[in-house]
């Protein structure tokens, strides 16, 4: 069983910016599709960012621009950098993964976090 465990969100007001922080025992794996996602209340969960074992990434139009996401596999985290925080920002925030060799378009990750929470106020 895989283990994901996200930390870094918190409080913040528009324009700043927040670093968040997933461990996972997914970078054991050779082969991997490491992925953001958000879910405010009441919404579906929103894909935000994939990055691959070797390092590809890709974004969703809503971050490209603000958000980056990063991989420390030596130290077993994904990070995920935002910078112009927005109070739509505000979401609950996941890390998840999957045992694939791309990302590609695929949103069916099958590994997940518990979250952490991003409030941003105007």
């Known amino acids: 069983q895989e283990t994901l465990a996200e930390s870094g969100g918190g409080s913040v007001q528009s324009g700043g910016s927040l670093r968040l922080s997933c461990v996972s025992s997914?970078?054991?794996?050779?082969?991997?599709?490491m992925a953001w996602y958000r879910q405010a209340p009441g919404q579906k969960p929103e894909w935000l960012t994939s990055?691959?074992?070797?390092?590809?990434?890709t974004y969703a139009d809503s971050v490209k621009g603000r958000f980056t996401t990063s991989q420390d596999a030596g130290k077993g985290t994904l990070y995920l950098q935002m910078d112009r925080l927005e109070p739509e920002d505000t979401a609950m925030y996941y890390c998840?993964?999957?045992?694939?060799?791309?990302?590609?378009?695929?949103?069916?990750?099958?590994?997940w976090g518990r979250g952490t929470q991003v409030t941003v106020s105007s």
């Open positions: 990055i691959t074992s070797t390092g590809t990434t």
């Open positions: 997914m970078f054991k794996s050779s082969r991997y599709c």
């Open positions: 998840a993964g999957g045992i694939w060799d791309a990302c590609g378009s695929r949103r069916d990750h099958g590994y």
